[in-house]
């Protein structure tokens, strides 16, 4: 297999095809069951990315039936990922190998289900070891104030961008949760904020502080009517277009600010979530109320942080590590001084 095949130039809008057996075809037949379960948009365009992205490997064999692939060739296309190198010379994320494994082993047991193919060759296919990966970094609240000033508040996208960075580091949210907030989402009074059709199409509550209310109630009476005077918009941070701000353009925006900061720190949005989980942590906060603002599923999702928030532990090393702790047959003094230091030089020799 060539492993200068370039994945992210596959297409990730299937159509149906000509032959009913091809995995293009099938592809499409898949996606449709998705979309009649209701899953997001968002994740049938990731796992037709994905397929797709099976599909090149496939072709490039050769094989273009879903009823030609057998187990052998999922194995090597999972050596294949785990042996490729992107553009930067990078290896793909044990977590990202993953996943693109995982949607094709949905694909075959779907085609098997439905009778579309005689057996599964993906059936018992071992994914690779689930790793604990740590996020490389966590804002304390001194690197957030700094953060927090590198916006210009005096004119109006710096009111906007400090009034998005307290919402985040305020609320934990992602930043497409951030993009789809609608003004009416905010409920000054109870100081809470309404996420909807999160992650998973699910509805939430979030606590968010008066801080953050302010410096948004700010941007709304100050900056927003200039940005989008129309009272039918409804979408509460807006563009210089008076649209909602691109997703991924949020991200390098917050990236840029971060970097402004000259904190020694890297970053984007997803850098303000985990800043809010571990703070709250180490604050005493019980994790499932973490759990719960995050919008996880999972407790095992949440309890990354927990590895993350070590203020405990620290104090904990501090308090009984023997390094720490009075001995009354050592001297305090790490050095030897005057007699002491002669007479253990003498016994040295």
């Not at 596959?10 to 898949?30: C, E, F, K």
């Not at 042996?83 to 990078?90: I, T, V, W």
């Not at 070891?129 to 210009?152: F, G, T, Y």
């Not at 502080?209 to 009517?225: F, H, I, M, S, T």
Request: a positive charge; glycine letters at 6%.
């Amino acid at each position: 297999m060539n492993a200068s095949l370039n994945l992210k130039s596959a297409i990730v809008n299937p159509q149906s095809g000509d032959d009913p057996q091809s995995l293009l075809y099938l592809t499409g037949r898949y996606l449709e069951h998705l979309r009649v379960r209701n899953f997001s948009d968002q994740t049938l365009y990731g796992r037709a990315k994905y397929l797709r992205y099976f599909r090149v490997f496939c072709e490039q064999l050769g094989l273009t039936q879903a009823r030609q692939v057998t187990r052998a060739i999922i194995l090597n296309y999972q050596s294949y990922l785990f042996h490729y190198r992107k553009e930067d010379g990078l290896a793909l994320t044990i977590g990202t190998q993953k996943h693109w494994l995982a949607v094709v082993v949905s694909f075959f047991s779907f085609l098997t289900k439905e009778s579309l193919i005689l057996y599964n060759p993906a059936s018992d296919l071992e994914l690779p070891r689930k790793e604990l990966r740590l996020p490389k970094n966590v804002l304390s609240a001194q690197d957030v104030e700094a953060i927090m000033n590198v916006p210009d508040v005096q004119t109006p996208l710096g009111s906007r961008d400090r009034a998005i960075l307290e919402v985040f580091y305020s609320t934990g949210i992602r930043r497409q949760e951030l993009c789809k907030l609608k003004r009416n989402d905010l409920d000054y009074d109870r100081g809470i904020a309404r996420i909807e059709q999160g992650k998973g199409k699910k509805d939430r509550y979030v606590p968010i502080g008066e801080r953050a209310l302010k410096w948004v109630d700010k941007y709304l009476v100050e900056v927003r009517p200039t940005l989008c005077p129309a009272l039918s918009e409804q979408t509460l941070f807006l563009n210089t277009l008076g649209q909602r701000i691109n997703v991924n353009r949020l991200g390098s925006h917050v990236h840029e600010i971060i970097a402004k900061a000259n904190i020694g720190k890297s970053g984007s949005c997803h850098l303000f979530r985990h800043t809010f989980a571990t703070l709250l942590l180490e604050n005493g906060c019980d994790i499932r109320y973490v759990q719960e603002m995050l919008g996880h599923s999972k407790l095992e999702t949440t309890e990354v942080y927990t590895h993350v928030s070590i203020r405990a532990l620290k104090e904990a090393h501090q308090k009984f590590h023997p390094a720490k702790l009075p001995q009354a047959s050592v001297s305090d003094s790490p050095v030897p001084v005057g007699d002491t230091a002669s007479a253990l030089v003498a016994s040295s020799l």
